[in-house]
């Protein structure tokens, strides 16, 4: 499996902003993380990214930035927009960071707050909650800020990144239920890694804080496997009745959505794990079982449970993913709709779906300029051989060979 996209983005930019050299090895060539790459460049740092050997060397710039301007474009990722918006606070001189209309729409208005909370100056050009941003920077002072926890956990992320190289503390209290916690396990891990340590409240997950004075230091660091791109394998086999392995993923990954492979668990399928290996058998053909799931902490796997639910013997419900509406797509409304268009009843409410499975029609799947969208229908197509799926190329934004990959995982295509 390619590099983890969560993991990729995070460890580019801290390499950016920590003392020394980097190699990054292993990294997600994307979109995604093509956009952060051209961002750090752009910002006046050294980067090099070698493709064929997955791996990028960078120098980074001890908690600032040489360019004391840039006109930076993110496309539509959400990863890079989030988490540059804080660090672009630590240079010095003006910044806009723009994107694709999608973008535009996308809610960053928290985040902003909670920056100018801790002394930023920072602001939408277009309307005060989306970009582009602008960022009027002369260091982070830091210091206390409180942010709603329902919406994304990248404006906790970014923050925690940033903060290291505040002037002061800086001291995070979380706005009713945060969302999505398994990824800011992730950040914490990764900025363990380059040498700063968070304190959390994990009990309650109400509240975080960087203690001053830590800084990032350069080293050799190994991105493992995205989880998220396979779940759509352990998926597939779930549904098929088949068997996929996938190495570099086990007990030991910080990735929250390997928990993915406990739903498919429960719909019947086997689950081996070592600390470095996942195994998933699925149920024989016809007996993979609807279940009820809250998928909160591991959101982006929502499209691939609800993918395989026609495929069930019963209804599918999936809740706790009012924050999908507001990704590439709605991935709620959406996801409703393509179902129903290859005849599947579905019902849609503000945090989730139930899928009633049917007979699987012929149909066009609309993506949206969704990656996940494009990724999970996928697997209906391979089950099915009746769906056409509009638009692969936007897997393009986490994982660019992905219908190759695909087609070789199930023998369509030699390996």
Known sequence: MPGSKSITNRALLIAALAEGDSILTGMLLSDDTRYMAEAIAALGLPINVDAATETANVTGGSGTFPADKAELYIGNSGTTARFLTAALTLGHGRYVLDGNPRMRQRPIGPLLD???QIGSD???LMT???????????GLPGGPCAIPGDLSSQYFSALLMAAPYARSEVAISVIGELVSIPYLE????????????IEIDRQTWASFRVPVGQRYRGRTYHIEPDASNASYFFAAAAASGGRAIVDGLGTASTQGDLQFVRALEAMGATVTMTSDRTEVVGPPIGTLRGI???MGTIPDTAQTLAAIAPFATGPTRITGIAHNRLKETDRIADLATELRRIGQRVEEFADGLVITPGPITAAAIHTYDDHRMAMSFGITALLTGEIDILDPGCTAKTFPDYFDRL?????LLPV
Not at 186 to 197: H, N
Request: proline share 8%; aromatic share 2%.
């Open 114 to 116: 909670a920056l100018r």
């Open 128 to 138: 005060p909650d989306c970009p582009p941003v602008e960022v009027i920077a002369s």
């Open 186 to 197: 992730i950040t914490a891990a990764v900025m363990a890694e380059f040498g700063v340590q």
């Open 407 to 411: 087609q070789r995982a199930a023998g």
């Open 292 to 294: 009820d799931i809250d």
């Open 122 to 124: 920072v602001r939408g």
